[in-house]
């Protein structure tokens, strides 16, 4: 009879936990199933950075980038295990992302799941660090050694290269909490973002991530400011790793190096043009000078797009720190051209059209910058071109410096150049998004 009482509790224990196993998996969905990489986007990376091989996403580790999830999430469970391929590697995982690279960086605005392999110091481990990038804010749950917002883990529990760790992470309301193989070991609150994408990072080291399913919680109603900016379709011009897709001449690779996410160009070779036409579209860019800037004497513009003269007619200059001259030409013609330089009127004007003399007033002055908006040589600056017809705007640094400008003329399609004009320059997140 004792035998039988026991033997129902062992059942209905087992019944219990069965049950309870049931409804902890309840709700969860595959975000990767097996197979590709549908319902995943290549944010800034080459085309074979992320794969899938054997059932597993496999990321080269090159260039620098990130994949994110197509959909935003809010509130939500996931989990997902992954491996470092060599000792020493880094990863990581973004929950609450922007849907591009911040300007000068490969990184998005987001919160930071570390992956990392045996690299721990005071202020950083290899044991599932959380922290705020390029933007985002969160208040960790216990403080950082040196005021960092960032997490550092209660226990360290990753298992070394080559062998799967999980990872359960909750977001919810602003709140994370990362529970490494079994146990929460850190977390942080008032996050802002708190609804944004997902996104799987490549730096620098062979990974595998594997068994990605994510569970939905109700929504807690994030503010608009509080919500990552929705994607637009923008596509990588530029791989990172070599110069597929732009038409390059012999000789040229030694001027322009693929180096990770940066392309660098020495000053010393020939324009180069993208392989493909565009009609119209929004070209994101960034640059920055890589010269020592040197104090020259450079004309100033007036705001209707003539040069400013004193009393004999002379041309008048200010001394400006300048570390070159470059540009980006739209449409296939050196004309509608947006000029990045170290003039006093700023970079992003339209050289061709401000100094024609046969276009009408009104084209010159609106292809003169409204404001300079340059941040100083060596700074990385971000452009955001926009062609839609024959009309141009230039966003410079979050600046409109060009606004709705019209190009008498302009081809109606074109390719897309990165000019040399005999200074070192570095392009970086350069991302196109058609219009037509």
Known sequence: MRCLRFCLIVTLSGAALSRAAVGENEGFVPLFNGRDL?????VNCAPQTFSVRDGVIYCTGIPTGLLRTERQYENFVLELEWRHLKPRGNAGLFVWSAPLTAPGTPFARAIEVQILDGRNTENYTSHGDIFAIHGS???PDRPHPGGWQRCLPSERRCKPAGQWNHY???????AIKLAVNGKEVSG???CSYRKGYICLESEGSPAEFRNIRIKELPSTSPTPDEIAPVAEGFRPLYSGVDLAGWQVDPGQEKHWQAKNWILEFDGKGKTIWTEQEFGDFVLVCDW???????????PVVLPGGEPATDEEGKVKTVEVLDAGDSGIYLRGSSKSQVNIWCWP??????YGYRTDKS???EVRKAVTPQVKADAPPGKWNRFTITMKGNRLTVELNDETVIDNALLPGVPDR???ALQSHGAPIQFANLLIKKLD
């Open 137 to 139: 804010t969160m208040k």
């Open 38 to 42: 549908s319902g995943w986007v290549n």
């Open 414 to 416: 074109g390719r897309i």
């Open 188 to 190: 942080g609150s008032d």
């Open 359 to 361: 276009m009408p007033p």
């Open 345 to 350: 009127i700023g970079s992003g004007e339209v």
């Open 288 to 298: 920055r000078w890589t010269a020592k800037p040197v104090k020259l004497q450079r």
């Open 168 to 174: 359960r992470v909750t977001c919810n309301d602003g």
